[in-house]
C-alpha cells in the first residue's frame, strides 16, 4: 500500500504564495502518476495538476495554468506544488493523490487546507 502526507497549507493574502509537499511512502515503486486535487466548500472536487513519475509534461486544470506548479522528488518520494499569485477562488482543501498504470487516482492523502483572503 501507498500513502500520501500533505502539508504546507495555510492562510495567505489574494496575490500571495504557497507551496504543498505531499510525501510518500509505502510502495511507490507501484505508481505511475502524482496529482493534486482540491474541494471548495459546497462543491466537488476538482483536479487542479497531474504529473507522470517517469518524467512527461505535466498537466494542469485551466484555471491554475500559468499560477501553480507540479513537480516531484522522486528520490525524497515527494511531490510539491508550487502555487503563486493565490485568488480568493483557490480556496480548498487541497489533496495529493495517486494512481498505478492504467488505473484511476485511487490513494488519496487527507488533505491540507488553504485559504486565500480578498
Known amino acids: 500500500q501507498v500513502q500520501l502526507v500533505e502539508s504546507g497549507g495555510g492562510l495567505v493574502q489574494a496575490g500571495g504564495s504557497l507551496r504543498l509537499s505531499c510525501a510518500a511512502s509505502?510502495?511507490?515503486?507501484?505508481?505511475?502518476?502524482m496529482g493534486w486535487f482540491r474541494q471548495a466548500p459546497g462543491k466537488e472536487r476538482e483536479f487542479v495538476a497531474a504529473v507522470l513519475l517517469t518524467g512527461g509534461r505535466a498537466r494542469y486544470a485551466d484555471s491554475v495554468e500559468g499560477r501553480f506548479t507540479i513537480n516531484r522528488d522522486n528520490a525524497r518520494n515527494t511531490l510539491y506544488l508550487q502555487m503563486n499569485n493565490l485568488q480568493p477562488e483557490d480556496t480548498a482543501i487541497y489533496y495529493c493523490a495517486a494512481k498505478t498504470p492504467g488505473g484511476d487516482f485511487r490513494v488519496w492523502g487527507q488533505g491540507t487546507q488553504v485559504t486565500v483572503s480578498s
Open positions: 509505502g510502495r511507490t515503486f507501484s505508481l505511475s502518476a
